[in-house]
């Protein structure tokens, strides 16, 4: 789980990772260098990442396509941050309803191994209903965790919830 505070009275950043304390930066540091990474974007897709609708876009806009295309292809010789559209067929957006269900499948799948097993055993091989009551969850692995799930992806993913459950509440259904 990551976490990030701001010191009021030194006016640094000290952020926290994975239980490791990175050293402090100060603030106009850390501004600076998330300025530059988002200088970098291309406005056209900035403006859609924050604020707009990539999914649609990337169809209708050339320009946004064409930046896309661009990170797809260079993701092939370079590391890259990649981005995940999450839209229906019609390019739009889940509602907050739509979000607050499935952020209760995702708090389910780690809980309740019945609907884990479930989950597990939609497509090829998954686990079984006894490894599932002990933890394990096929998505919550890695081939280098020796455990059932690996414990950091669980608590990346409920930070996950909790943040988009708090983001959710200040929006309209």
Same mark, same amino acid.
């Given at each position: 789980?990551? $976490?990030?505070?701001? &010191?009021?009275?030194?006016? $640094?950043?000290? %952020? #926290?990772?994975?239980? *490791?304390?990175?050293?402090?930066?100060?603030? &106009?540091?850390?501004?600076?260098?998330?300025?530059? %990474?988002?200088?970098? %974007?291309?406005?056209?897709?900035?403006?859609? #990442?924050?604020?707009?609708?990539?999914?649609? =876009?990337?169809?209708?806009?050339?320009?946004? /396509?064409?930046? #896309?295309?661009?990170? =797809?292809? @260079?993701?092939?010789?370079?590391?890259?941050?990649?981005?995940? %559209?999450?839209?229906? /067929?019609?390019?739009?957006?889940?509602?907050?309803?739509?979000?607050?269900?499935?952020?209760?499948?995702?708090?389910?799948?780690?809980?309740? +191994? *019945? +609907?884990?097993? =479930?989950?597990?055993?939609?497509?090829? /091989?998954?686990?079984?209903?006894?490894? $599932?009551?002990?933890?394990?969850?096929? +998505?919550?692995?890695?081939?280098? $965790?020796?455990?059932? &799930?690996?414990?950091?992806?669980?608590?990346?993913?409920?930070?996950?919830?909790?943040?988009?459950?708090? @983001?959710?509440?200040?929006?309209?259904?």
């Amino acid at each position: 789980m990551s $976490s990030s505070k701001q &010191s009021t009275d030194s006016g $640094s950043v000290e %952020i #926290i990772l994975e239980s *490791q304390q990175v050293p402090e930066v100060e603030f &106009s540091d850390w501004n600076e260098l998330a300025m530059g %990474i988002l200088l970098r %974007i291309p406005s056209s897709l900035l403006c859609e #990442i924050t604020g707009g609708n990539v999914a649609h =876009k990337r169809k209708t806009d050339g320009a946004v /396509k064409e930046v #896309i295309d661009q990170y =797809k292809q @260079r993701e092939r010789t370079q590391p890259s941050i990649y981005l995940q %559209i999450l839209a229906d /067929k019609n390019d739009l957006s889940p509602s907050p309803n739509i979000l607050t269900k499935v952020i209760g499948r995702l708090r389910s799948y780690v809980t309740d +191994y *019945q +609907y884990a097993y =479930k989950v597990d055993s939609i497509k090829g /091989k998954g686990t079984n209903i006894e490894s $599932s009551k002990r933890g394990a969850r096929r +998505y919550l692995k890695t081939a280098a $965790s020796p455990l059932p &799930s690996d414990t950091r992806i669980i608590r990346k993913l409920r930070h996950f919830c909790d943040k988009l459950e708090a @983001r959710l509440s200040g929006v309209r259904p």
